[in-house]
């Protein structure tokens, strides 16, 4: 797999940088979104709590998939920022019950 930034903007107001992004997954279904945030991290040389994928489209057909991310300059400005369910889309899925 292969990720290119196609593009990348700076948003001052909400401490953050906009990345558009593609990844090539040759003979390989969708990555999942954990790998993808782990691969946008790592192309982008940040931590990666601080990184959080909201979009990801895989066109039929083609091996490419296209996405979106935010990069915050801080894990507080990106819980004051983004959506609970991105939040918890990013997150791992935790293992056991949930019951108490």
Do not use: C, W
Request: hydrophobic letters at 35%; charged letters at 35%.
């Amino acid at each position: 797999m292969r990720i290119e930034i196609t593009s990348q903007k700076r948003n001052d107001l909400l401490n953050r940088e906009e990345v558009v992004f593609e990844i090539l997954h040759e003979k390989a279904g969708t990555p999942p979104r954990l790998k993808v945030r782990e691969m946008v991290a790592g192309a982008l040389k940040v931590d990666l709590e601080r990184v959080y994928i909201k979009r990801l489209e895989t066109k039929t057909g083609s091996m490419v998939t296209v996405g979106e991310a935010n990069i915050y300059d801080s894990v507080e400005d990106a819980m004051r920022v983004e959506p609970k369910h991105i939040i918890l889309r990013n997150k791992p899925k935790e293992k056991g019950g949930e019951g108490e």
